[in-house]
């Protein structure tokens, strides 16, 4: 191409803009995809990420009592040696909604072997108690008003990731994540390989 010709440097140029035109339109705030998902959401979506722990670098226990949603005074310690899967969400939360049924049939597919505990992170009482009674959740939940179980998960969770959740070994030490929407599969084998241990 010789660049002295100034139709090619016309064509060059206008080449640039529009390429430039594009570049920067999708990568302008105001989506039309960013504006159907909409504020209304509300929530903070983790990854999807499932990471375990190896059973020599977990660390120390958790330990935390609290009251659960029907009253009933519970703490970490309390259920050990059973493993406990504890999930992080609230009810306006999209996938919070989508992963109840997944965690609901893995509840009443473990019963008294894991020890579900559900999280909600920013409900008030009616809220919560209308989503677990809407999906037939089977298991113990809390109101994490003052951010206690969110403060102790710091260290396992990025903070304002919803929906999470960690399963507990025997022990009561951190051994799985899963950060964002759960997957049955998945979480039933994160359950087992904690079983096998």
Not at 51 to 78: C, H, I, N, Y
Not at 94 to 112: Q, V
Not at 168 to 178: E, I, S
């Amino acid at each position: 191409m010789n660049a002295r010709n100034p139709m090619n440097r016309r064509t060059l140029l206008t080449g640039l803009v529009a390429g430039t035109a594009v570049v920067l339109s999708a990568c302008s705030e105001n989506d039309e995809l960013a504006d159907q998902a909409g504020s209304d959401q509300g929530y903070v979506s983790g990854s999807g990420v499932v990471s375990q722990v190896a059973v020599e670098e977990r660390g120390e226990p958790l330990e935390l009592s609290f009251e659960t949603l029907e009253g009933k005074s519970m703490s970490l310690a309390d259920i050990r040696p059973t493993p406990v899967v504890i999930n992080l969400w609230y009810a306006a939360c999209p996938p919070c909604r989508k992963e109840a049924p997944a965690l609901k049939s893995l509840a009443e597919e473990f019963g008294d072997e894991v020890q579900f505990l559900g999280v909600n992170v920013r409900d008030q009482e009616a809220a919560a108690n209308a989503f677990i009674s809407n999906y037939q959740i089977p298991y113990a939940n809390m109101l994490d008003t003052d951010g206690a179980m969110v403060a102790l998960l710091s260290g396992v969770l990025p903070p304002q990731a919803t929906p999470s959740t960690v399963v507990l070994d025997a022990k009561g030490r951190a051994a799985a994540r899963v950060v964002g929407e759960v997957d049955e599969s998945t979480l039933k084998g994160l359950i087992e390989d904690v079983q096998a241990e």
